[in-house]
């Protein structure tokens, strides 16, 4: 299954009824199929939007409404839907974004890039808020990690940020795709504008006047995000054992390392790999528990080194990290990068 | 003792916030008796925008979900669209819908979208302190057009309800004023009839209300009110622009 079919057929699994979204390539398939898959069950609602901007917002709609809704985009698309993510952090509503980012800045070009790591992580509009990103590294990980998206954005009154790439979103994989949820047996949300029927009435507002209510709205939201990197830091690691160098590296960039490290254990240098699931929350602690045994860090990006930051901030001076990315739109092979780390590690006489 | 007057059950007791002689006011009360009348307190849910009537959801008894400058129409699209059998209505001002959120009011007309636009057209935007709006019209002076609105320098203004009156998918586009008893209770009507249109399933209704802002105007009340007959009239005629529900081109 190509991995923008795997992402929306995930969604409809976890029970998103509601798609709105508008075409930008390399994620075109998940409108198209979702434009399919929706009418065919009961109380699906498909809409291609006249714009980013408006598709975010009937996003907020129907979250409002307690459905469970997904936009898709790809880096410009993201960028005018950020007003609208804002919106759903300040309004603690649930909703699912998946971004296939391509090559930027600007129009930049439709080839796989991971050069929206910031947009997405730092939260990406205005105002003080953080996104629960997600990056998968396979069609089998989109299905999963999709599905998972929904019960996150659910559980926490969050968006969830699917953060793939395009050739993630066209490549093509075999996948075990996840059961249907029945939308009747999901927990309920004692939050949702449906008519004050036998209830108060209830209202959903980000405004707030009073600075003293805000600081608390924000508080209220930062004791979220903590328990966010609680329990939701997620990060998968290979070949650690004997390592003496590992790399970090996310998204489709870590299965291009993985295939490198596979090539130089080959040739018997003892490289190990981290590989971030979670952008946000950044495994941090993860990161700087290897400190304890493994000094040498190579970071590999498809951009000019953005997730960089975290791993620096992650180790706290402790250890020292290489950073080697090709930006706006490459993508590496195996070999090459295999090349690269292995001229590090002799160059730091670890082997 | 019989009552005679009271406050509609749905519109909360809370003091307004708004300036003397606003229409807003005028126009939460109409819209909290039509609520009350067509017994649509327990399925209808308000979008309130940016601006004035931001904080609609203090005065209003009923469900409503704040829309950012302009994205109402789009946010009540996806609100309908998930549950059909709710009645939801959008209230925005001028500068919201005409201006920052003119694509998403056109195509929600265009798509035929099964929801209700009270549209409050004062011609400025009041809530920053009066600014020229997109309904400002020729020769109307506010904060950014100094010395009157000139077409050369500031463009001419838009006739949104006719705009939207052409969408092949809007089904009831009426203009009126709350600037005299006669015409806030031709507003009210209206505003019945754009529900029922909705409950009817007949596709996008508005009610563009023109509206006095004494304070932006820098007017009196009463020369408000007659400024919106002389003046604002002019550029944005009253009555029916369009019903394709086959009723008598002006009911009231």
Known sequence: ?351 | MRRVFSRPKSLKKTPFHYCPGCGHSILHRIIGEVIDEMNLQEKIIGIPPAGCAVLAYFYFDIDMGEASHGRAAALATGMKRAQPDKVVFTYQGDGDIAAIGTAETIHAAARGENFTTIFVNNGVYGMTGGQMAPTTILGQSTTTSPGGRKERRDGFPINLSEMLAVAKGSAYIERTAVNSPANILKTKKAIAKAFRVQLEGHGFSLVEVLSPCPTNWKMDTLEACKWIDEVMTLHFPLGVLKDITGAKKDGH
């Open chain 1, 1 to 351: 299954m190509r991995g923008n079919h795997v992402v929306a057929e995930a969604a409809v699994r976890a029970g998103c009824r509601f798609y709105f979204g508008y075409p930008i390539t390399p994620q075109n398939e998940v409108p198209e199929y979702m434009s399919e898959r929706l009418s065919k069950v009961e109380g699906g609602v498909f809409i291609q939007a006249e714009s980013e901007v408006a598709s975010i917002h009937m996003v907020i709609g129907a979250s409002m409404a307690g459905g469970r809704v997904m936009t898709s985009s790809s880096g410009p698309g993201i960028s005018l839907k950020q007003e609208g993510i804002s919106f759903l952090s300040a309004l603690e509503l649930p909703a699912v974004i998946v971004n296939m980012s391509r090559g930027g800045p600007g129009l930049g070009n439709i080839a796989p890039s991971q050069s929206d790591y910031f947009q997405a992580t730092r939260g990406g509009g205005h105002g003080d808020y953080r996104n629960i990103v997600l990056a998968p590294n396979s069609c089998q990980e989109l299905a999963n990690l999709t599905y998972e998206a929904f019960n996150l954005a659910d559980k926490y009154r969050t968006p969830v940020i699917i953060l793939g790439d395009g050739m993630l979103g066209q490549m093509m994989e075999p996948v075990e795709l996840p059961p249907e949820v029945q939308i009747k047996k999901l927990p309920h949300k004692d939050w949702t504008l449906t008519g004050a029927k036998g209830r108060p009435s209830r209202f959903i507002r980000s405004l707030i006047l009073d600075p003293f209510e805000e600081e608390e709205h924000n508080w209220k939201l930062m004791r979220k995000y903590e328990r966010i990197i609680k329990d939701e830091t997620r990060w998968e690691t290979s070949f650690m054992d004997d390592a003496k160098l590992v790399v970090v590296a996310f998204g489709i960039a870590a299965r291009i390392a993985k295939g490198a490290i596979k090539r130089m254990r080959e040739e018997g240098q003892k490289v190990g790999l981290i590989r971030p699931i979670s952008l946000w929350p950044f495994p941090q602690k993860a990161i700087k528990e290897l400190t304890k045994k493994v000094k040498h860090f190579f970071v590999f990006e498809m951009n000019m080194g953005q997730m960089l930051e975290d791993v620096k901030l992650a180790l706290e001076g402790n250890g020292e990290v290489h950073f080697y990315g090709r930006p706006g739109g490459i993508i590496l092979t195996p070999l090459e990068i295999s090349r690269v780390i292995s001229s590090y590690y002799y160059q730091k006489r670890l082997g």
